[in-house]
Nanobody, 122 residues
Framework: QVQLVESGGGLVQAGGSLRLSCAAS????????RGWFRQAPGKEREFVAA????????YYADYVKGRFTISRDNAKNTVYLQMNNLKPEDTAVYYC???????????????WGQGTQVTVSS
């Protein structure tokens, strides 16, 4: 059974940092693009960042560019999201995903984790 499991969420003050991890099991995702999305209460799921299978190409949403960094360790089947200078508007449930194509739309991703809550206090 394929599973993506996120960890690293929590409560942090504005300006602080968190590092999210997404560990994959059940298959190898080395050839898959990996992405992070988030969903705040009452809002639609939105794109955060994505990374090609080799790690050479990255995409970021404008609202996180310069603050968040996506990376991966294929040997560990894990993708990371380093989040710095967090803002209250970053508060959301963060989801990791895996898909065959490096795209910024949620529909392009086949496998999803259960999500991890990130709360940024002002």
């Amino acid at each position: 059974q394929v599973q993506l499991v996120e960890s690293g969420g929590g409560l942090v003050q504005a300006g602080g940092s968190l590092r999210l991890s997404c560990a994959a099991s059940g298959r190898t995702f080395g050839s898959y693009a990996r992405g992070w999305f988030r969903q705040a209460p009452g809002k639609e799921r939105e794109f955060v960042a994505a990374l090609s299978w080799g790690g050479g190409t990255t995409y970021y949403a404008d609202y996180v560019k310069g603050r968040f960094t996506i990376s991966r360790d294929n040997a560990k089947n894990t993708v990371y999201l380093q989040m710095n200078n967090l803002k209250p508007e970053d508060t959301a449930v963060y989801y990791c995903a895996a898909g065959a194509a490096l795209l910024t739309t949620a529909g392009a991703y086949v496998y999803w984790g259960q999500g991890t809550q990130v709360t940024v206090s002002s």
